[in-house]
């Protein structure tokens, strides 16, 4: 099964579901979550790097995360089709 090594704390885990890396090292995961095919649960896992901050300019830690993430959430939407798949529009939690 394929792993990851975390870019930041060297971590490495195994067993992750679906996972798309990014250049800059974001990522989106896809992984089930329960213990059946029924009512099991399917979750989208985004990860953005924000890059040093540049000269006369914020960082992108200090943008909302709702606005960090959007273009990540929505490749992972599109390329999943999660909404096709599933007829939910919006996510029933959101952390």
């Known amino acids: ?3 990851h090594s975390d870019p930041v704390d060297k971590s490495v885990a195994s067993q992750q579901g679906v996972r798309l890396v990014f ?3 974001s990522r989106i995961i896809f992984r089930l979550s329960g213990t ?7 979750r989208m896992y985004i990860e ?3 890059p040093p901050p540049s000269e006369g300019s914020g960082s992108a830690i200090d943008r ?3 606005e ?3 273009p990540l959430v929505e490749l992972g939407l599109k390329i999943s089709k999660l909404e096709e798949f599933t007829g939910r529009e919006e996510p029933t939690v959101i952390t």
């Not at 059946?36 to 399917?42: F, M, N, Q, R, Y």
């Open 1 to 3: 099964s394929p792993s």
């Open 23 to 25: 250049r800059d090292n």
């Open 36 to 42: 059946g095919s029924v009512g099991a649960t399917i």
């Open 48 to 50: 953005a790097v924000a």
């Open 64 to 66: 909302a995360p709702n």
């Open 68 to 70: 960090a993430l959007a």
